[in-house]
């Protein structure tokens, strides 16, 4: 996927998405550029209140795996914020909705989390050069239900 810059026209067109995914119950815009996607929803850690977002995401084993890219942008994406303050939160995928346990990859893991991610989706690496105020947080999810 090319990488992107965060404007008005593309946070649109990510809340279009999100509500088209919505609305299908998940069976329209199960893919963006050629990645899958999930409905994540975490708890808004100043709010209480729940926060979803459609992100792209890779497996490791039965993990999902989500980039913080927040498509180049200085500050981390929101929902990596409240998966820090939070962990619990719930994915919907394919029509099925489940709890989740997130965590920030570290060292090790998140050296190869973050290969397998820039080698599906290159627009990783772009963000990653753009970035230079922060490192692009790799979190996984793993089911808890």
């Known amino acids: 996927m090319a990488a992107v810059r965060r404007t008005k026209a593309i946070e649109a067109s990510w ?16 893919r963006f550029q050629g990645m899958p996607i999930v409905l ?32 180049g942008h200085t500050a981390d994406p929101d929902w990596v914020r ?14 099925e909705r489940f709890a989740v346990t997130g ?10 989390l973050w290969a397998r ?9 772009e963000y990653a050069r753009r970035v230079t105020s922060r490192r692009i947080p790799v979190m996984v999810l793993e089911r808890s239900d």
């Open 40 to 71: 994540l929803t975490t708890t808004g850690r100043k709010s209480g209140e729940p926060r979803s977002v459609t992100i792209p995401f890779i497996t490791d084993g039965d993990a999902f795996v989500c980039v913080g890219s927040n498509a």
């Open 117 to 125: 991610a820039v080698e599906t989706d290159p627009a990783y690496a």
């Open 82 to 95: 409240n998966l820090r303050a939070n962990p619990s939160a719930t994915l919907f995928r394919k029509g």
């Open 103 to 112: 965590h920030e990859a570290e060292g090790a893991e998140r050296e190869r």
């Open 15 to 30: 809340r279009l998405h999100r509500w088209l995914f919505r609305v299908s119950g998940g069976r329209v815009g199960t």
